[in-house]
């Protein structure tokens, strides 16, 4: 796609929902990456406004306040000041960070609505909906629970089953009860307004799929999907008493749907900012509906649909505004190749992690853009990240830094010496080191975040290999005027690592600019070799880093082992041990030993994998069973499995099944086919 010379850039990360603290994941999936994004803006001197707030509308909020017996203001008010604190901590420098709550998002949102409303660009909508008629509401998606059509989890919830991952609606639920009174629902009218996404179809495959070919394949390939299924319109409001009042006669007990207020936010804060300080920022329309200015949104790979479709279109649909340039969303961080999950505790949450490591800040920084999830999900692991701060960031980052200061203060006070003759030693490091900032440049400008972390720290590599050859300790008795040069390069690569990592390390490279004794630097000095003037008095020199060591680390696996052992206490209790039965009615099953000479997948079918096993009957027997969600049928041919042998056939998908694979579902929601611990024969039987 040609690029637009732009002005200005609006910058905005996904609104973290206040309902939890902040935790790796957010902060590996968005805010270092758009933080990182927005500083390299700022050190080239480029007009850039960074958005940020919490979202707290939406009906988890209402559960939780809920639960807790207080409002969901509280909720939010509590949630709201600690992600504030946590971003503010880590460096994510928003230029305003608000929320959905305040007077200025309720009227805009409000507004924008009630425009397209008047505009008739909405439609009305009468549907049939779930309705608790003991608490006298309708009940959104979460305030519904049942039994998975699916994998029959009895405590699967109105749009999700936990345990089997399907997507669902109230209505497909087994069994439904209102978790605000327990009572079984009822189905009732109510009207709704939605948002046409099939008429703006053309337009979104024109925009995106023809307009934005540059965007990561991961953005693209999932828009890409969107596209390719007939869009339906989509649902902008919602029965609830928790969120912003749905302007229209005729709508009291409506509120906004949430992703349709939460966007908005992004705009409601930018005019929030630019009231409180014109001067600074002009007026909000130029930061989203002049031509002149890019929009680029961060986010998780869960939002794209709502920053790459919904969104748009409701601004399409308004009229004025202009489309994201790009949203560059990223896949999600597990945790020692564990999903992260804030209901099992599984997570390293931003306010712990200062309180056992304090002021290292950067090192988390660091390791999370190391490994961030760019294009594919990604694994965080302690042992991981002791390694990379112990080998990388201070064994070669700042090993040099220190090496370069400690020897210019012992052999020149601490003053930046003069430069003599340059030799082959000096040509080959400056040559290695010369075009950093066209390399990085061109990363950070393709959103590349780990590739151009990779450049910057190959400075401190060139550096560490150019101090070794140079071996200034060795020279100094017998040439000081070639040590000089060795003190005044290293020098120069010390300030170029200042810059270089600013985006990405921004305390360690503030203390490095204080150990240089220079308030700032400009983005364009990176690659020079004359940014800091012989005769410079430099400060007292401190180590950059220091060592993390493993009881710091088995601190933290003792943590979540802690967290292990809860949940599966906690799932162990959750479930109901089923009626006892009698010995007699225990051997009437015939459990017995079987091969899997072969599996594949059923043709139409997304639960089902068909077994061929060997039962020792000479004879194979055809088996059915529901678990492809949770293996490939490849990973389970050669496997002895447990089966049930005396089950009556049973006709699915026009195949007879002749028996029942034995599984044991994980506390997790994991699956995993019950195996022998040794090869048994075909046919053996179990009791």
Request: net charge negative; with cysteine; proline share 5%.
């Amino acid at each position: 796609m040609e690029q637009k010379n732009y002005k200005r850039t609006t910058v905005t990360a996904a609104l973290p929902y206040a309902n939890g603290g902040v935790h790796i994941g957010h902060l590996a999936g968005v805010y270092v990456p758009a933080d990182i994004y927005v500083r390299y803006l700022r050190l080239q001197k480029k007009p850039v406004m960074f958005i940020g707030g919490s979202d707290e509308h939406g009906v988890p909020i209402t559960i939780r306040a809920r639960k807790e017996g207080i409002t969901p203001q509280d909720v939010v008010d509590r949630y709201h000041e600690m992600i504030k604190k946590s971003f503010e901590e880590f460096g994510i420098s928003f230029d305003i960070y608000s929320r959905t709550t305040s007077k200025t998002h309720h009227q805009f949102a409000a507004d924008f609505f009630r425009k397209l409303y008047d505009e008739g660009k909405l439609v009305e909508e009468t549907t049939r909906q779930l309705y608790d008629e003991e608490a006298h509401q309708f009940l959104a998606d979460r305030y519904v629970t049942g039994e998975c059509p699916y994998c029959h989890n009895e405590g699967a919830y109105g749009d999700q089953c936990e345990k089997c991952g399907h997507d669902l609606s109230p209505t497909e639920l087994i069994n439904p009860k209102s978790t605000i009174s327990g009572s079984t629902p009822v189905m009732k009218e109510t009207k709704n307004w939605y948002l046409p996404l099939n008429l703006y179809q053309d337009w979104l495959k024109e925009w995106i799929l023809e307009g934005h070919k540059e965007w990561r394949p991961n953005v693209y390939g999932q828009c890409k999907s969107w596209l390719e299924m007939d869009l339906q319109p989509r649902a902008m409001t919602r029965d609830l008493d928790w969120g912003i009042p749905v302007p229209v006669e005729g709508a009291e007990g409506k509120v906004l749907y949430v992703w349709f207020d939460a966007p908005i936010g992004y705009i409601s804060n930018t005019k929030e900012l630019c009231e409180s300080n014109p001067g600074r920022w002009g007026t909000w329309q130029q930061w989203w509906q002049q031509d002149d200015t890019r929009l680029v949104h961060f986010i998780g790979k869960d939002n794209i649909v709502f920053h790459c479709i919904i969104f748009p279109v409701m601004m399409k649909a308004h009229g004025g505004y202009i489309m994201p340039d790009n949203v560059p969303a990223n896949e999600f961080l597990n945790l020692e190749d564990d999903k992260i999950s804030t209901s099992r505790n599984w997570a390293v949450w931003l306010h712990e992690y200062l309180v056992d490591f304090p002021g290292k800040q950067d090192v988390l920084r660091y390791v999370l853009t190391a490994n961030a999830p760019e294009t594919k999900d990604n694994n965080f692991t302690w042992h991981d990240f002791q390694e990379r701060n112990n080998s990388e960031l201070v064994a070669i980052y700042g090993n040099f830094v220190n090496r370069a200061l400690q020897l210019t203060k012992k052999y020149w006070n601490g003053v930046v010496p003069p430069c003599g003759t340059l030799t082959d030693i000096e040509q080959q490091a400056i040559s290695e080191f010369k075009d950093v900032k066209e390399r990085m440049e061109q990363l950070l400008d393709q959103f590349k975040f780990r590739e151009a972390l990779k450049e910057a720290m190959n400075l401190a590599r060139i550096g560490n290999k150019y101090i070794t050859d140079g071996e200034p300790w060795k020279v100094w008795k017998t040439d000081p005027k070639r040590v000089e040069t060795i003190l005044y390069i290293s020098l120069q690569l010390v300030a170029n690592l200042a810059i270089a990592f600013e985006p990405f390390l921004p305390f360690s490279s503030k203390k490095l600019r204080q150990m240089l004794n220079i308030d700032s630097f400009d983005w364009n000095q990176l690659g020079q070799t004359d940014i800091l003037a012989p005769g410079h008095q430099l400060a007292e020199p401190e180590l950059l880093f220091e060592k993390i060591e493993d009881e710091a680390i088995k601190a933290q696996y003792d943590k979540l082992e802690q967290s292990r052992k809860e949940n599966q206490a906690a799932a162990y209790k959750a479930k109901t041990v089923k009626d006892t039965v009698t010995f007699e009615d225990f051997e009437k099953l015939d459990i017995r030993v079987g091969h899997v000479k072969a599996c594949e997948k059923v043709k139409k079918s997304k639960k089902l994998l068909k077994f061929t096993i060997d039962d020792g009957s000479g004879t194979d027997r055809t088996i059915l069973s529901g678990i492809a969600a949770y293996y490939e049928p490849e990973d389970l041919i050669g496997k002895d499995v447990l089966f049930i042998a005396n089950f009556p056939p049973r006709q699915m998908m026009g195949i007879e099944s002749q028996g029942m694979i034995l599984s044991a579902l994980n506390y997790d929601g994991s699956l995993s086919v019950t195996t022998t611990l040794s090869q048994v024969k075909p046919g053996s039987q179990v009791g």
